[in-house]
């Protein structure tokens, strides 16, 4: 799923020069030796020089606060555990009980009730406040509505950020990164979200890892409009991956505010429909679970949104050209090598479950 697009090269360049400048001076402040680098003219140019540096600054505070940075590594195992999360609020209680099991090194997190719903809070516990660590902090905050904006498909954007007791124009082109309304509110820096928010699913698979992490925490999105069949997609998938009842098209309508005739109509100008789409799902999760799991074909039929299992031995042989269980014994054969090798790594990632091989 392609949540968002890449600043195009002039959108971006406003973003990279001065968020890559306030970086290397403070280096230069610090006496730390700037590390060589390139013109800066692509994303994933601006991506290494970022994450480089950061890391730097996050080494030489550690030297101060007495504990030692996470690493890449830790920081793609708590995202990963995140994404085996239903929901949003779930997410962040595996980021929170992730950072307690490195504790210090990811500092202290933790969600907690506010007026307008919750502050997912992050705090460094820093010895002490300075402009370097200001700026691994921002960093930090960032990354984590990237992470909660990813898990949700999009859909889940924090109404605010605070960047605790820091002078704006120090940080003013950071502040462009968030695209929200930035506070500050002390030492602590939290992103704020309603009660509606938290409970959304997570509706990413395991499979779009690899290219959301390639440029995380420091990519610079600006809002794309998400395909609609992904949308929908996405949706269905949920539902199934928290043994849900699979959503009829007026209440996948209804979660995307618009009218179901308005739905059709879009999917139909694609050259698709809800029916379609939804017996696509069905299809991927059905082979699936016949070839990795040990569920007798009515549950499976009941997993997947069929009243019965007849119905859905009716559909699978619609779908695939034999009945289910013909399909358990022999579907790689029936199917040729290639082809049951590519439905089955769909399926899979559809179901947020790891693709060997």
């Known amino acids: 799923m392609h949540m ?120 460094s516990l820093r010895g002490s406040q300075s402009l370097a660590s200001s700026l691994v902090d921002i960093t930090g905050i960032f990354a984590f509505k990237q992470l909660f904006q990813w898990l949700t498909g999009g859909q889940v954007i924090p109404s605010t950020v605070s960047i605790g007791q820091l002078r704006r124009k120090d940080i003013l082109p950071f502040l462009h990164l968030f695209n929200i309304p930035v506070v500050g509110n002390g030492p602590v820096y939290y992103l704020e979200y309603t009660e509606e928010d938290v409970q959304r699913p997570v509706v990413v698979s395991a499979g779009a890892f690899d290219q959301f992490f390639e440029f995380f925490p420091c990519a610079v999105y600006t809002p794309d409009e998400i395909p609609l069949s992904n949308q929908i997609s996405s949706l269905l998938s949920a539902a199934i991956r928290q043994a849900l009842p699979l959503p009829g098209l007026v209440q996948v309508a209804a979660s995307l505010a618009m009218p179901a005739s308005t739905l059709r109509r879009k999917l139909d100008s694609q050259g698709t429909s809800f029916r379609a789409l939804r017996e696509q799902c069905q299809y991927e999760v059905a082979l699936s679970l016949l070839a990795h799991s040990g569920l007798g074909v009515s549950d499976i039929a009941e997993t997947i949104g069929f009243s019965n299992s007849s119905t859905f031995r009716r559909a699978f042989k619609r779908w695939s050209g034999v009945c289910p269980t013909v399909y358990r014994q022999n579907g790689e054969g029936l199917m040729g090598e290639t082809g049951a090798a590519e439905s089955s790594a769909s399926a899979l990632r559809l179901l947020g479950r790891p693709v060997y091989g």
């Not at 971006?12 to 006496?31: C, H, K, M, N, R």
């Not at 540096?53 to 830790?74: K, N, S, W």
Request: charged share 25%; proline share 6%; glycine share 4%.
């Open 4 to 123: 968002n697009r890449w600043l195009d090269d002039q959108e971006a360049q406003t973003l990279y020069s001065p968020v890559l400048e306030i970086l290397f001076d403070e280096l230069e402040v610090l006496g730390i030796p700037c590390p060589a680098h390139a013109a800066i003219d692509t994303p994933s140019q601006f991506t290494t020089e970022y994450l480089r540096t950061v890391q730097i600054l996050e080494e030489y505070l550690a030297g101060d606060d007495r504990h030692v940075p996470m690493t890449r590594r830790d920081v793609e195992l708590m995202c990963r555990c995140a994404l085996s999360a239903p929901t949003l609020a779930r997410a962040m209680e595996l980021v929170i009980d992730f950072a307690a099991m490195i504790h210090p090194r990811s500092g202290q997190l933790s969600l907690e009730r506010c007026n307008t719903g919750y502050r997912f809070v992050h705090n």
